[in-house]
Nanobody
Framework: VQLQAYGGGLVQAGGSLRLSCAAS????????LGWFRRAPGKEREFVALIGWSAGNTYYADSAKGRFTISRDNAKNMVYLQMNSLKPEDTAVYYC????????????????WGQGTQVTVSS
């Protein structure tokens, strides 16, 4: 499975961005897709995940109420709509695919996209 994330950019605090992740290859083997991020000097952290078939979702506390993850199976796309962005959301955002189960741990994910930079100015 190959993943390509895009849609990042520079936005002012309070603004919105929509990240996209294009999946290709053997997507039938994917159980769920997740978004993670890594801010400068910090560990990678979980943001949101979605079941590839069922569409069920789960969010990190930092994302609840502001971010929405969705998918379009027909297009093999996963999206992360980010609203009310804060400077602390500044990070490189990665999409990842998990073949094995429902997990918020990045170590459980099998495939990763290249990341897209999100910068939120104050």
């Amino acid at each position: 499975v190959q993943l390509q994330a895009y849609g990042g950019g520079l936005v002012q605090a309070g603004g919105s961005l929509r990240l996209s992740c294009a999946a290709s290859g053997r997507t039938s083997s994917v159980y769920n897709l997740g978004w993670f991020r890594r801010a400068p000097g910090k560990e990678r952290e979980f943001v949101a995940l979605i079941g590839w078939s069922a569409g069920n979702t789960y969010y990190a506390d930092s994302a609840k109420g502001r971010f929405t993850i969705s998918r379009d199976n027909a297009k093999n796309m996963v999206y992360l709509q980010m609203n009310s962005l804060k400077p602390e959301d500044t990070a490189v955002y990665y999409c990842a695919a998990d073949r094995r189960g429902w997990s918020t741990s990045g170590s459980q994910y099998d495939f990763w996209g290249q990341g897209t930079q999100v910068t939120v100015s104050s």
